[in-house]
């Protein structure tokens, strides 16, 4: 299934997959639209046309990456030119960096594209869409929680190094 997106959108005032209407809360500070400002590849200023290889280059994924996420359902449909090149927009953007974002929690990739296939679908899957990202955003605080109890291991093997150099400086 394809949609293309017809309304006008600005970073600020959208987030990917949801009306304007529909965001009441606050965002966080790490989110423009429902994407990060990554300071290694910036955005493009003042244009909303993108061609694959400047996407690329802001995302940091490669053409090839972009092209399976669009066939696989992980994109949205992607504008053409009359030629058949690939014209990505803002739009497409924040979607990537959200793509990003759920990539980093470990969201596995059958997962992304039923997200992605319910936003598509509209307003009505609401309720699957909180579903799906309360039960993932509950393995994300467990993974957290086990990273944090390693972190608490890696802290007390170091003390016990930075202890035993000290004390071997003071001899």
């Known amino acids: 299934m394809t949609v293309t997106q017809s309304e006008p959108v600005t970073s600020d005032t959208v987030v990917a997959g ?9 965002r966080p500070a790490t989110l423009r639209g429902c994407g990060t ?8 200023a003042g244009r909303d046309r993108y061609t694959i290889s400047e996407v690329a280059q802001h995302t940091g994924l490669s053409a090839h990456t972009l092209r399976w996420y669009e066939r696989i359902g992980l994109m949205p449909h992607v504008d053409r030119t009359h030629t058949g090149q690939r014209r990505f927009t803002n739009r497409d953007l924040d979607w990537l960096d959200l793509v990003g974002k759920l990539r980093l929690t470990g969201m596995p990739v059958a997962d992304m594209v039923r997200y992605a296939e319910l936003v598509r679908e509209g307003e009505g899957t609401f309720a699957e869409r909180e579903e799906l990202l309360t039960r993932h955003r509950a393995d994300v605080r467990q993974r957290i929680a086990e990273l944090e109890s390693t972190a608490d291991v890696l802290d007390y093997k170091i003390g016990i190094y930075a202890d035993a150099r000290r004390a071997s400086e003071r001899v």
């Open 37 to 44: 400002t990554r300071a290694d590849y910036p955005r493009p």
């Open 18 to 26: 949801l009306p304007e209407t529909v965001c009441p809360r606050p």
